[in-house]
C-alpha cells in the first residue's frame, strides 16, 4: 500500500515563501506529482518528479529525495490567487495508477 | 472543445434513483479515470481505463458501474446509492497508464460532477 502525508493546513503573507511538505511510503515508486485544486474546481497539474533534484517552474518549484521518500512545493513570491489546495501524488508501477495525499490548503493573505 | 468534460456538473437524485454520469476527453489520451472527492478525504480512485478496457477497479460497490464505449468517453452508471456516496466524482484522463516514469501518467481533470444523494 502507499502512505502519503502532507499537512492538513498552511497560512503565508502574500510576497512570502512557502514550502509545502510531502512524504510518502511506497513500493513501486514511479514519480510524484503536485497538483493545485482552487475551491469548487478541477485539480490542475503542476509539476512531475521522477529523478531527485529540484524542478523549477517560474515561480514554483518541486524538489525530490528518493532515498527520504520526501517531496516539497515551493512557491516564491506568493500571490492571493495562489490560495487553493496542493495535492502530493504518488505514482505508482501497478496499473500506473495515483494515489493522493490529503492535500493542504494554503491561504496567502494580504 | 478541448480538455476533458464532465456532465452533469450537479446532480441531486433519490436512493431508488438510476442516473449517469458522463465524462468526454478531446485530448487523444488512452487512458481515463474515475475519481471520488468526498469532504475531509483524499481523492480517492475508483476506477481506471487503457484503450478501454478495466484496468483498475479498487473494491468499489456494485451500486457503482463504469462504461468506456471508446477512447473518448467515460460513464459511471449510478443505482441505489447511499447518502454516504454524496461527493464530488471527477473523471480524469492521461497520455497512457503504463507507468514507465516518463511523466505520461499526469492527469487531466474535468470539472467534476456534484452528486447529492438524498
Known amino acids: 500500500g502507499q502512505n502519503i502525508d502532507q499537512p492538513t493546513e498552511m497560512t503565508a503573507t502574500e510576497g512570502a515563501i512557502v514550502q509545502i511538505n510531502c512524504t510518502y511510503q511506497t513500493s513501486g515508486f514511479n514519480g510524484l506529482f503536485w497538483y493545485q485544486q482552487h475551491a469548487g474546481e478541477a485539480p490542475t497539474f503542476l509539476s512531475y518528479?521522477?529523478?531527485?533534484g529540484l524542478e523549477e517552474k517560474g515561480r514554483f518549484s518541486s524538489f525530490l529525495s528518493r532515498s527520504k521518500g520526501y517531496s516539497y512545493l515551493l512557491l516564491k513570491e506568493l500571490q492571493m490567487k495562489d490560495s487553493a489546495s496542493y495535492l502530493c501524488a504518488v505514482d505508482n508501477t501497478n496499473a500506473g495508477k495515483s494515489t493522493f495525499g490529503d492535500g493542504t490548503t494554503l491561504t496567502v493573505k494580504p | 472543445e478541448t480538455g476533458v468534460t464532465q456532465t452533469p456538473r450537479h446532480l441531486v437524485m433519490g436512493m431508488t434513483n438510476k442516473k449517469s454520469l458522463k465524462c468526454e476527453q478531446h485530448?487523444?489520451?488512452?487512458?481515463m479515470y474515475w475519481y471520488k472527492q468526498s469532504a475531509k478525504k483524499p481523492l480517492e480512485l475508483m476506477f481506471v481505463y487503457s484503450l478501454e478496457e478495466r484496468v483498475e477497479n479498487n473494491s468499489v460497490p456494485s451500486r457503482f458501474s463504469p462504461e468506456c464505449p471508446n477512447s473518448s468517453h467515460l460513464f459511471l452508471h449510478l443505482h441505489t446509492l447511499q447518502p454516504e456516496d454524496s461527493a464530488l466524482y471527477l473523471c480524469a484522463s492521461s497520455q497512457d497508464s503504463a507507468g514507465g516514469g516518463s511523466g505520461a501518467n499526469v492527469l487531466t481533470f474535468g470539472a467534476g460532477s456534484r452528486l447529492t444523494v438524498l
Open positions: 518528479n521522477v529523478l531527485d
Open positions: 485530448l487523444g489520451h488512452n487512458a
